[in-house]
Structures are given as C-alpha cells and as structure tokens.
C-alpha cells in the first residue's frame, strides 16, 4: 500500500470515506439535506490542507458542526470509518497523520459541544 502523497489521493480518500458515511444508518441522516456537490470540493480542500499544507481551506469545521445533535455515538462511528477507509487504502506517514488528525478533529468537536450542553 502507498501512502497518501497527492491531491488525487486526498480526492480518493474523501470519496471513499463519504461512501461509507452515506451508507451508515447512524451517520446518514446528518447528510441527507447537504448538498455534495458543493461539500465534497470542501473536504478535499480541508484535508489537502490538513496532510499536504495546501492553502484554501478558510472554514472553521468546529464551528460548522457545533449546532448538530451529534452524540458520542457518532464520533465513535465517524473516527470508525475513517480509521477504516485509511487502513484499507494507505499504509505510511500522512495515513497515520490522517488518522491522527481525525481523532484530534473529533475530540474538539466533541469536547465543545460537551461545553454547550
């Protein structure tokens, strides 16, 4: 397995990984409304800015995600899949930063909605 090296491979991994969450009882019913065409391009740029340095994210991701009702369930689920997508695809340095970041990603988001309740 190759690690994760490019903007294609970033693209890879984010389609791979929104498959699953598209399909998960659990996680689905918070994208049913989003618009992917335009999300989509959005994660790539976030996670191209996460594993590659590249400039174009501007977004807070915890900020999008505070108003959602999102419970220890489905960062559990999320981190699951993500986890998931990266061991079957790459194997190295950026898919362990990958898989890193995610849970760091996770943890914040979790801990300031935590905060809010």
Not at 14 to 19: A, E, L, M, R
Not at 57 to 69: A, D, F, G, Q, S
């Amino acid at each position: 397995m190759e690690d994760l090296k490019t903007r294609s491979d970033i693209e890879k991994m984010v389609n791979i990984f929104y498959s699953k969450v598209l399909k998960d009882k659990l996680l689905s019913p918070f994208f049913e409304k989003l618009n992917f065409e335009n999300h989509l391009p959005k994660m790539n740029d976030f996670w191209a800015f996460v594993l590659l340095d590249e400039v174009g994210y501007l977004t807070n991701v915890t900020e999008k995600h505070l108003p959602m009702p999102l419970k220890k369930e489905h960062f559990l689920q999320w981190l699951h899949l993500f986890d998931e997508t990266i061991n079957e695809n790459w194997k190295g340095e950026k898919a362990q930063l990958a898989k890193e970041r995610a849970h760091l990603i996770s943890w914040t988001i979790e801990s300031k909605i935590g905060k809010q309740l």
